[in-house]
């Protein structure tokens, strides 16, 4: 052994031989941890597909109000297509919801977050309404109130009116007296 020996853990070829086994550990220790993340991954793929099997809508561009589609079709409305439907089209808007999914999302110049009103939606049949959760405002509570009605699972039954197994909904006529009027603005001029 010369001054730079093994026992001291110099270059010489015990250590270097030490160094390489420990570099060879590192290498398979990894090599062993990317397999066995690798082997989780097609796991939680195969579960998933197997999910997906049970559980699927796919999605479709809506042909007519004549023209139903499967029950695992779901078709997706802006908000303004909706708002047109509810009032020119409303029998014939909740009949195609009584037996097709609609998704009815914000148009898509809110660029402020802000959240369309989810009632018309609601009273129209429409199964999913989209709103922006991040913020705060009406049209949140309305829907936070609305799911409250069933523990907060987001799901609520529809009437059976809306479900097709009851009588349809009669018209309700409001006539609102109005007895006394204070505080209100005067009209600019």
């Known amino acids: 052994g010369g001054s730079g020996g093994e026992a001291g853990g110099g270059d010489g070829d ?42 699927s809508l796919a999605a479709c561009h809506f042909k007519a109000f004549d023209r139903p589609g499967k029950v695992y079709e779901m078709s997706s409305f802006a908000e303004g297509k909706a708002a047109k439907f509810s009032r020119s089209l409303a029998g014939e808007w909740v009949e195609y919801n009584k037996r097709q999914l609609s998704r009815i999302y914000p148009r898509g110049t809110r660029i402020d977050s802000s959240n369309l009103d989810p009632v018309p939606c609601w009273g ?66």
Not at 20 to 39: I, Y
Not at 42 to 47: A, G, L, V, Y
Not at 154 to 182: D, F, H, I, N
């Open 14 to 55: 015990g250590g270097k031989r030490r160094r390489k086994s420990m570099m060879d550990g590192k290498k398979a220790k990894q090599a062993k941890e990317e397999m066995d993340l690798h082997n989780k991954r097609r796991q939680e793929t195969k579960s998933s597909l197997q999910w997906s099997e049970l559980i």
């Open 124 to 189: 129209s049949g429409c199964q999913l309404v989209a709103l922006n959760f991040q913020t705060g405002d009406a049209p949140m509570h309305l829907n936070d109130g609305r799911f409250l009605e069933n523990g907060g699972c987001g799901y609520v039954l529809k009437p059976p009116s809306m479900r097709g197994t009851g009588p349809p909904m009669a018209p309700v006529r409001l006539l609102v007296e109005v007895l006394s009027c204070q505080r209100l603005p005067r009209p600019s001029a």
